[in-house]
């Protein structure tokens, strides 16, 4: 009994909080491979061990809400404004961006690798009666998604069975269509770096409508004092510096740049 | 391919995972065990009202959805929680909570039963030595401690294997909440299938080497003891 306690002891991590920050990041981040570039990079400029809550967009929000972490780099602009409205976060900081891209099963029956906009493509979608899997979870991706119906004049709950709402995450959904040979709207990143691919293939990109925006949001101490404001800041200020800069323009994957860094200074 | 590699090649992120993993369950299973194990024989030696109640409660509970004990730990544990200032959200502590609540049920209802027997058999013998009930219930737990570890290695087999609780209270951070399953969960929705599954023969071949070492430890199906 002695030696199984002195061997769980010997297991526990060796807990050194110092400079520690937790944040919520969306699985987009983190699929594409981008945090495994970054957070190391981050460690050795600023000495700070980032740990990364990968969730959507809307968990990764109410986690900043409830103060279970300590910021939250996300993708879905009117979510984020309105956390800031609310005090939850002292501002938003854009950091970089990259799009979304329209997947399907390769013979395309819904026709919309010739589709004029982003909004049309949705439209001949829903007039085929393919199936559409959404992620139904509230993350960016899944408003953006709800924004592109919107555009498209049509409203997804009548569609009936052919509209799927897995609520999932990006990896679950991308899964379940490659199941189904349906359509879905996917981060570039993530559908890149997905090794399920099955009979899909990128159907549709480059409507401006398309943009994806990600922003950093640290966590306002004055509502949760034992968020560490210096640390947030500190963080902020790398995203948004030349080394974040080059590290994130620079990062390819199959030889296609992902992400493109637009913070102001 | 890429699993056996890193099994071979003993991957420092691998066995990091692994050792979570055994460390979050093995203490979480000590600890139910030293709730489980003497309250399931307290059940089985005392009469009280509701005492059928309490036990049809205790074998229901053997059935408790992670998910949702994962989700109250959850609301328990976090900042605007009750117990939020403790700061034990996504935190191996928080697993272990969340496991302790899962495992301790099971436990006690097969110790009880276990008991339960014994008792019928020793229940003479005992009250005639004029014994006190902690004497009769440490009797009792020494006695039939082969049937308990079986039930611990019951409470073990479902904590090692659960992803539900402790991907929510964890929260899968790399380094400091990832154990196996919700690894095995991350690399599923990369659509990493093949690595994903050498991850789940990590998990079962630990399962397997826990319970063989433990039967060994005991020596239960040795020569003259089966």
């Not at chain 1, 049309?120 to 559409?132: E, N, P």
């Not at chain 1, 640390?231 to 948004?240: D, G, K, M, P, Y």
């Not at chain 2, 929680?81 to 049920?105: H, K």
């Not at chain 2, 400091?176 to 991850?199: D, P, S």
Request: aromatic residues 8%; negative net charge.
């Amino acid at each position: 009994m002695r030696n199984l306690a002195i061997f769980l002891f010997s297991l526990l991590p060796a807990v050194a909080m110092a400079d520690t920050l937790r944040m919520a990041v969306t699985t987009s981040f983190h699929n594409s491979g981008l945090s495994d570039i970054l957070l190391p990079a981050v460690e050795e400029d600023t000495g700070i061990t980032v740990q990364l809550l990968v969730v959507g967009t809307g968990q990764a929000l109410r986690l900043g809400r409830a103060g279970d972490v300590d910021a939250v780099l996300v993708h879905a602009r009117a979510a984020e404004e309105a956390f800031v409205g609310t005090g939850h976060a002292t501002h938003r900081r854009e950091i970089m961006y990259n799009d979304f891209v329209l997947i399907g099963p390769a013979e395309d029956p819904a026709d919309i690798a010739g589709a004029e906009s982003a909004a049309d493509a949705l439209r001949r979608i829903a007039t085929s009666g393919a199936v559409f899997v959404s992620r139904g979870d509230e993350s960016g991706t899944h408003q953006k998604e709800l924004e592109l119906w919107f555009a498209a004049g049509l409203a997804p709950d009548g569609f009936g069975p052919a509209y799927r709402s897995v609520g999932a995450g990006m990896g679950a959904t991308l899964n379940t269509a490659s199941g189904m040979n349906a359509y879905l709207l996917a981060d570039r990143a993530s559908w890149l770096n997905f090794g399920n691919k099955g009979d899909l293939a990128l159907l549709y990109a480059g409507d401006p409508a398309l943009f994806n925006q990600y922003a950093y949001l640290p966590v306002n101490p004055a509502r949760h004092p034992h968020v560490p404001a210096d640390l947030t800041e500190r963080l902020e200020n790398w995203l948004a510096g030349p080394r974040a800069k080059t590290l994130i323009d620079g990062y390819m994957l199959n030889g296609e740049p992902l992400f493109t860094h637009n913070a102001r200074n | 391919m890429q699993a056996a590699w890193l099994i071979l090649t003993l991957d420092a992120e691998l066995i990091e995972i692994t050792l979570r993993s055994l460390q979050v369950t093995v203490t979480a299973v000590v600890i139910s065990a030293a709730i489980g194990l003497p309250l399931g024989a307290w059940l089985a030696v005392n009469r009280f009202a509701f005492r059928r109640h309490v036990i049809a409660v205790l074998n229901a509970l053997m059935g408790l959805p992670p998910v949702v004990v994962g989700l109250i730990v959850y609301v328990m544990l976090s900042r605007s929680g009750p117990f939020g200032v403790f700061g034990l959200l996504f935190t191996p502590t928080a697993m272990i909570i969340a496991q302790i609540i899962i495992v301790t049920p099971l436990i006690a209802s097969i110790a009880h039963q276990v008991i339960r027997d014994l008792w019928s058999e020793y229940h003479d013998l005992l009250i005639s030595l004029n014994t006190t009930k902690t004497q009769r219930i440490k009797t009792l737990l020494w006695d039939g401690r082969r049937a308990l570890l079986t039930a611990c290695l019951a409470g073990f087999g479902r904590g090692i294997g659960e992803v539900g609780a402790i991907m929510i209270v964890g929260g899968n951070i790399d380094n400091v909440t990832r154990v196996l399953t919700t690894a095995i969960a991350l690399e599923t929705g990369k659509g990493n299938f093949a690595l994903a599954l050498g991850l789940g023969f990590v998990l079962i071949g630990l399962a397997i080497a826990v319970n063989v070492l433990i039967h060994n430890l005991s020596r239960t199906e040795r020569s003259s003891q089966w």
